[in-house]
């Protein structure tokens, strides 16, 4: 028997072939698969750009000039001048600040004789601005003590005037004599307090500072302590004062011990900061 479901070729054309359905069908069939073709030379496209790019970017990390990281800066200070200017177009405005700062403390250990790292431009700049980071945090935490501190204690001068030393007190034989008058605005008694006395001229030029001024009390809350003090007075730098020069004196708290044992400290940071100025490059 004949099998019902066998194929059977047909050369002749379909009969729908002849009715606007099949002639739709037919385009809609060509237009997926225009559409799918498309479609894969566009991947295609896409491929080969990315293989174009990955090899752009190998082309470039195989045949760029060094980077930045890689350059040593010169130990001779004609040379490194020279070389920096050379690479400064390559760096941001940011960045070239950062490296001035940084050869700024260069040149001042070489001058003092101290031996300088080798070191490259990008160590440079990141040593740099970690460095301006924590200067930063220092003196932040500096300006918070001395503000506690100049809150709790009021501190005038009075009665300046240049007067003669005690035998031996001074290589001019005369020091310029103060008055300091110290307020303890708190409800603390205080035990001891540390002031930095600077004096300057009309123009606020520093002509000597006293860092340290160790006074000890102590000094009850509401009270007003009296303190005399004397800047022995050396021709080879206060001249200008001996001359007669009008001089400004003014001091301030640093440090304050209370006699409960507690304590403002600006004297510890300030330590800290200048420490930190003279370390070495290492």
């Not at 009969?15 to 385009?27: F, G, I, S």
């Not at 220092?138 to 918070?144: C, G, N, V």
């Not at 200008?240 to 020069?245: A, E, M, R, T």
């Amino acid at each position: 028997m004949k099998p019902i479901f066998s194929r059977r070729d047909r050369p002749e054309p379909h009969p729908l072939e002849a009715t606007t359905v099949w002639r739709e069908y037919q385009k809609a069939k060509e237009y997926q698969h225009a559409k799918r073709s498309a479609a894969g030379r566009k991947k295609a496209a896409i491929a080969l750009a990315a293989l174009a790019v990955v090899g752009v970017i190998v082309a470039v990390l195989v045949l760029r000039p060094t980077g930045l990281a890689e350059h040593t800066i010169p130990l001779d200070p004609k040379t490194r001048g020279q070389f920096v200017d050379s690479q400064s177009a390559r760096l941001s405005d940011e960045e070239r600040r950062l490296l001035t700062r940084f050869l700024t403390r260069v040149e001042a250990q070489q001058s003092a004789g101290t031996p300088i790292p080798k070191i490259t431009i990008a160590e440079a700049i990141e040593r740099q601005r970690t460095y301006d980071r924590e200067v930063g945090e220092t003196q932040k935490r500096i300006k918070e003590h001395l503000d506690a501190a100049r809150s709790a204690l009021g501190v005038t001068v009075r009665e300046q005037a240049v007067v003669k030393s005690e035998p031996g007190k001074s290589t001019s034989g005369k020091s310029l004599r103060y008055v300091l008058e110290i307020a303890n605005r708190g409800k603390r008694s205080v035990d001891a307090v540390s002031l930095r006395v600077e004096f300057r001229d009309p123009s606020q030029k520093y002509v000597a500072a006293v860092p340290t001024l160790e006074l000890n009390g102590p000094l009850a809350a509401g009270d007003t302590g009296r303190s005399v003090q004397t800047l022995p007075l050396d021709p080879k730098y206060h001249q200008y004062i001996l001359d007669g020069g009008v001089v400004k004196v003014s001091a301030y708290p640093t440090q304050i011990s209370y006699a409960d044992g507690e304590k403002i400290d600006a004297e510890k940071e300030l330590k800290l900061l200048e420490s930190m100025a003279r370390a070495k490059i290492e």
